[in-house]
Each structure stands twice: as structure tokens, then as C-alpha cells.
């Protein structure tokens, strides 16, 4: 089962570390489960606008860009490097 190391989401250098996804699919629900945490319900309280793939020293990010209000977009970044390609 996946698990969340610390980090508030808010840059690259501090992003939400996943770790033990035995799947990207578990990885990516993982995801999903700690933005609900953050947001609330999905694609009620937020919806995701955009999701982007990228690549620093070595690691794999997932950025992901929620829509909290027509004004209000928000990037919560996730090091998927443990589970990326799995």
C-alpha cells in the first residue's frame, strides 16, 4: 500500500514523496487520495486542470494543477520517482 512522506506539495523541493505504490496505478490513486485530503471531493470541491510529468536531478515529478474556483488554481507536487514506470 502506498504511503505520503511529509512535505506540504507546494514546490519541487518540497514535494509529497510516495512511496511503496506497487503500480503507477497504485501511485497515481495515491495521488488522488492525498489531494481529497487537501481539497475535499473531487470534481466537487475541485476538479484537476492539468497534470504534468516532470524531470529534476534525477527525479520524476507529477505536477498537478487543481481548479478550487474559476480564480483559484493551485500546483501540489508528488516525487513519483519510487513507483514511475512500474
Known amino acids: 500500500m502506498a504511503r505520503f512522506v511529509g512535505n506540504t506539495g507546494?514546490?519541487?523541493e518540497d514535494a509529497v514523496v510516495i512511496l511503496d505504490?506497487?503500480?503507477?496505478a497504485e501511485g497515481i490513486a495515491a495521488e488522488y487520495k492525498h489531494l481529497e485530503?487537501?481539497?475535499g471531493k473531487r470534481n466537487i470541491d475541485?476538479?484537476?486542470h492539468r497534470?504534468?510529468?516532470a524531470k529534476a536531478n534525477g527525479r520524476h515529478y507529477d505536477v498537478m494543477t487543481v481548479e478550487i474556483s474559476?480564480?483559484?488554481?493551485r500546483d501540489v507536487y508528488f516525487d513519483?520517482?519510487?513507483f514511475f514506470g512500474k
Request: charged share 15%; hydrophobic share 45%.
Open 70 to 73: 474559476p480564480t483559484d488554481f
Open 37 to 39: 485530503a487537501l481539497f
Open 80 to 82: 513519483i520517482t519510487d
Open 46 to 48: 475541485w476538479r484537476l
Open 21 to 24: 505504490a506497487r503500480t503507477t
Open 51 to 53: 497534470q504534468t510529468l
Open 10 to 12: 507546494q514546490s519541487m
